[in-house]
């Protein structure tokens, strides 16, 4: 086994949060005010209930082949071939993904902190950093998302009390102004996050009770769904119609909390918030490629691969795009079609696959 | 051997970064602006002018050597031209030896010729940049914003903070950057900004400290011994981001109502019984709601009002303890709160035909549908429409005492 | 900024090589290498502010087949 780690379930709830709360609270709000107007916050139902079931699809995968990974079991559903195929399809799916995390957090950091650091800082030290998380193995992944996923969770719940006077409920109405049309719009960018679970089908195969994978997704899917309900409709009662004009509105909220003329300024927390979770998320995906990379290659260890993956994600992050406008129309408007098939179709044609063909582990 | 080689040049390595990071900001290398005002200059320009804080007059220290009013000033204020808000502040750092720093700006104020040319120019620089806040109060002036800003107060260290607290303690109608970047991406209503001006008020307290009154600097003439000190005057009311006019201080309160928005304020009525006597109520509450109405060609409104207040002076002799007068007193209030709405009203329907109180978003709530229609001529559809004003007031107390004490009987 | 880079490679072969050379693991050695060169050949001209082709192109024609694969 290239890695003898094994997380706990509970373990694994966090991590899920953590790797899709990180940048959904950051930069769907705007993403989906644009297409759902007030109705935003319903729109963040439908695409729950989505994330529910592709987390579903993947764990019934994982189950049925157990202490492997989708790049190993793939070729025993597909054929050899094919299954290379898809090995290498997630391999660079990883590396790729990772490269927009990883931009969308220094850009972040970069637009509203630091304006005049180079980018490349951010990068390089937040990939330095997980780097060495990630040599340090799964264990200590699982236990940092332990430590830090409350905290993030505790602050989110903090921002929101502290705005909380500020919200104008008028601002929700008229509720479904144009019908649903346009709340299953707003849906769609969100739905992209949503199934970020895909990171399960590397970890499942460690988790210790891999039978309560599924339970463990829909925990994880329910309470990010719950965390995205109360930002989203927070923004909007705070924001209004500005929501969709902002580049980061959940750091807005923390720039209006002014109580008492006691409690103000206190951006830092938010910020400290996503340099954490951020940290996370993009060590997840960074361990996920290394990892994949690593089973494809049929190598005895995988530690050899971090540092070079480490380069190639850093210098990506800087060059795939020159600014921030390429960037979110590439997340929001490009991609969405080939990452969903990735993170959903793939699994979903391999389960059927597999029970078809009557490959692996039929479920207990 | 190499490990540790390679161990020694990473721990030298750390060192680089300790020396600081490009963003760091010292508190003794920024101005802290503390006001900003944006005039309108000749050739399509705009004129900043910023008032920066001068630390060495703010220096806490010292112990009781320093006065709680200012002897000298604490701000400097300085203006330049500039293509945008952006490009002025970048020249003005050719004067100012220090980097200027929005971060703690209190007040922005626009000048009433850039006011009325629109203020979506120059707005935009502080809504996007990181630096500024949202939570800048707006306001707008007769006359120029530098002047406003070249002022200082005789109660707070500068005049940039005591206008902000007035605006916190809800003097006029007071708008946050947030609230009118809200009012101005809606098509349901227009912004209104608070009018600030300096109006005589009291002598100098100081030596040197004449220097706020406009006329005594436009003209060249001996300063007069008169202090002048910002001062809320009324209202801007704005047709998208064009200043069209200006409410006083009593439409102002009727805008208020109208945009339920009444938090506390005072009420003063004749007396019902006594003739040249008043009575004045303190509100403790109000509330309105406002609900729209169409049948497919008109459009009416109904506006329900409710408040508490407490009767707080009396000069005429009425018994207050007999529930009769209390009715007739609370009748008075009804008609004068709804005088006062129908005075904003009528100035905001007739003569500036522009919807400032939030009407239309009112009517998007309910008719979504007709919305769609009306929305690109909806400040006309307000300019027709009829308004009904029911008032409900409520005295809940009479202060410390029932009936007037000293009785002429 | 270039030696900067060259010395990150320089420190990154050096953490890694000799371990991988000691153990013998030849098939970890190619792939380090392969993705070093890789990474070395996207980083090195952005240091040297040659202006790099972003990948964003071929990457979309990547998947492109893929997805019209299955959509069959």
Known sequence: ?364 | MIKKIICFLLICALVLPLEGCWSRRELNELAIVLAAGVDSAPNNKILLTVQIARPSAFGGGGGGQKMAAAQENNVWVISQTGESVFDAQRYLEAKVSRELYWGHTVILVFGEQLARNGIRKAINYFSRSPNTRETIWVLVTRGKAADVLNSHSQLETTSAQSIGNMARAGVGVPVMLKDLSIMLASKGTNPVLPRIELTPSGKPQGPGMQENIPEARGSQQQATLTHAEPTTTGTGVFKDDRLVGWLDMSETRGLLWLKDKMEKGEITIPSPRESGKNISINIIRGNTSVEPFYDGQNVWFDVRMQMDGALLEQQSTEDLTDPRIFASIEKELNRRIEEKARSALEKAQLTYEVDIFGFGEAFHRKYKKEWAVLKDRWNEVFAGADVNIAVQARIRRTGLTTNRISKER | MVILVILAFLGIIGIEVPGLVKKKMWRELIAFSVLLLVGMALSIPQALGIQVPSPNKPIELLFKPLVEWMRL
């Open chain 1, 1 to 364: 086994m290239l890695e003898d780690g094994k997380i706990s379930n509970k373990q694994a709830v966090f991590l899920i949060i953590n790797t899709i709360l990180a940048t959904s609270i950051i930069f769907l709000p705007s993403a989906i005010y644009k297409e759902a107007r007030q109705d935003a916050w319903i729109s963040i139902i439908p695409v729950t209930a989505f994330g529910v079931v592709a987390g579903l699809i993947i764990a019934s995968l994982g189950i049925r082949f157990p202490r492997r990974t989708i790049i190993q079991y793939s070729g025993d559903i597909v054929g050899k071939p094919l299954g290379k195929v898809i090995g290498l399809i997630y391999t660079l799916f990883f590396i790729y993904i990772n490269t927009f995390i990883i931009r969308e957090i220094a850009d972040m950091f970069n637009t509203n902190f630091m304006p005049e650091t180079p980018i490349s800082v951010f990068s390089i030290g937040i990939v330095f950093a997980a780097a060495y998380a990630i040599r340090s193995g799964l264990e200590v992944l699982a236990r940092m998302g332990e430590i830090i996923s409350p905290f993030v969770l505790v602050m989110l719940l903090l921002i929101v009390a502290l705005i909380y006077p500020e919200i104008d409920t008028k601002l929700f109405f008229p509720v479904l102004e144009k019908g649903f049309i346009p709340v299953l719009k707003g849906a769609y960018p969100p739905a992209l996050f949503f199934s970020e679970t895909i990171i399960m089908v590397m970890l499942i195969p460690y988790l210790n009770k891999p039978s309560g994978a599924k339970a463990s997704i829909a925990k994880a899917i329910l309470i990010i769904g719950l965390f995205q309900l109360m930002i989203m409709a927070t923004v909007t009662g705070v924001l209004g119609g500005l929501t969709a004009d902002m580049n980061f509105p959940t750091l807005m909220l923390a720039r209006y909390i002014s109580l008492a003329d006691l409690i103000e300024r206190v951006e830092p927390l938010i910020m400290l918030t996503w340099i954490a979770g951020g940290f996370i998320k993009i060590s997840v995906f960074y361990y996920c490629a290394v990892l994949a990379a690593a089973q494809w290659l049929n190598l005895r260890e995988y530690k050899a691969l971090v540092l070079p993956i480490g380069v190639l994600l850093t210098t990506l992050s800087i060059i795939l795009w020159e600014n921030i406008a390429q960037l979110s129309e590439q997340i929001f408007k490009r991609v969405p079609p080939y990452f969903l098939t990735i993170e959903v179709g793939i699994p979903l044609i391999l389960l059927v696959l597999a029970i078809l063909r009557g490959k692996g582990a039929a479920q207990r």
